[in-house]
């Protein structure tokens, strides 16, 4: 792998971080048995990645960030999920933590970053804790559950509500390090299974006003850090971005049942008539049909980021009416992926059952990232169909 210069073209930039994943890979493919036994990504796994610089992609360049196009960030994402679905799962939701933590004031990147530029923050975003407010801030107090990775972590980004006296609900993201919280070991699933997705608990913590960041300010893309992190990157909608983190492995993992399939018909011969399986129209068709998916998804997606960044990129705030479409089109997309691995999944056979087969892991976690609350087509397409028939939105986490 070779180190990645920031100062490069973002062209040359995103050809290095995915030449430095491409001879990633194997090592990764080999380590997926050991990590999902272990619960957990080995923390070579982290270590490699930050050596092929793919922590930095999100992270703003007065840290020694990269700063890459959002589309740059997910397609790392995508490949990650064709090799091993646990890693891209852990690394889409923390590395793009860095993008957040840009968003917050600039004492409490100081405090993350300040002397460890390569520090990792986990996180859990319901408002399940207790929050009070205090005098320079807020005590919080509560359990929060499935945060990936945070054994590899420093600092976790914990959502709460603050309470209020009228109007709308002030949600927020609580900065808090790993001295005022402790993991509970409670990720024993069948899915996902090497992310790691362990409990938060924290016990009274003191949280200051400046490591907290507005969910409305992400919403307005009008934050705190945007005038230190002045890249048009940092002016995206947050609801838009996180989204998108947890989507998007969904379209690797499709990627690499689609890939499987194809290796293993490619020299299949059937018990019974020795036919070749390639020679079936069925999976000749099934093959077309999920390649031609795939390929539809990436297209629209990537299309949706260059338009957000072109917005940025004018100073303008997306309509909200463009992101209530852009939100159906992630929660889709992870829909459509499970339907891509699902017919592959039959077109395979009883092999498929056996729990060391690469296709029975692509298809037990493309369901595990469907069931993520994000990742429900039904509601954001619910209210995608309200808004083309002329009636306002009913959600505004976008």
């Not at 196009?69 to 690394?91: K, Q, R």
């Not at 990720?187 to 090497?194: I, P, S, V």
């Not at 947890?246 to 690499?256: D, E, I, K, N």
């Not at 990742?375 to 028939?389: A, D, I």
């Amino acid at each position: 792998m070779n180190a990645i210069d920031p100062q490069a073209s973002p062209e040359a930039v995103r050809a290095q971080l995915l030449a430095n994943l491409e001879a990633l890979k194997p090592t990764l493919r080999a380590r997926t048995e050991a990590a999902e036994a272990a619960r957990r990504l080995p923390a070579a796994t982290i270590a490699d990645l930050h050596r092929a610089g793919l922590w930095k992609a999100l992270q703003p360049a007065r840290w020694g960030g990269l700063e890459v196009h959002p589309n740059t960030f997910f397609d790392l994402v995508i490949e990650l999920g064709a090799t091993c679905p646990s890693t891209a799962w852990v690394y889409g939701v923390v590395a793009v933590h860095a993008w957040q933590l840009a968003l917050f004031d600039p004492r409490a990147q100081e405090e993350v970053w300040g002397d460890d530029p390569t520090a990792l923050i986990s996180s859990s975003y319901a408002p399940t804790g207790k929050v009070e407010k205090v005098d320079g801030g807020y005590r919080v107090s509560g359990r929060w559950s499935f945060s990936s990775g945070c054994e590899h972590c420093d600092w976790a980004f914990l959502g709460g509500f603050v309470p209020s006296s009228g109007g709308p609900p002030d949600m927020r993201t609580f900065l808090i390090p790993k001295s005022d919280y402790r993991i509970e070991d409670t990720w024993k699933t069948f899915a996902l299974k090497g992310t790691g997705s362990h409990d938060v608990v924290v016990d009274d913590a003191f949280v200051p006003e400046h490591r907290t960041h507005r969910m409305s300010d992400g919403f307005k893309c009008d934050n705190p850090g945007n005038a230190s992190n002045p890249a048009p990157l940092y002016r995206l909608p947050f609801g838009q971005i996180f989204v998108r983190s947890v989507s998007t492995g969904a379209l690797g993992m499709a990627r690499g049942a689609l890939d499987f399939y194809r290796e293993v018909t490619a020299v299949k011969v059937g018990a019974s008539d020795g036919n070749r399986a390639v020679e079936s129209p069925d999976a000749q068709l099934a093959v077309a049909r999920a390649a031609s998916t795939l390929d539809q998804l990436v297209l629209v997606l990537h299309r949706n980021m260059d338009e957000m960044m072109a917005y940025a990129e004018r100073g303008e705030r997306p309509p909200l009416d463009q992101r209530v479409a852009w939100r159906w089109h992630s929660s889709e997309a992870v829909a459509k992926a499970v339907e891509v691995v699902d017919g592959l999944f039959e077109l395979c056979g009883g092999r498929a059952l056996f729990t060391d087969s690469p296709m029975h892991r692509f298809f037990v976690d493309v369901h595990a990232a469907r069931a993520h609350y994000a990742n429900r087509p039904e509601t954001s397409g619910r209210n995608y169909g309200r808004v083309q028939l002329g009636l306002p939105t009913q959600d505004y986490f976008l």
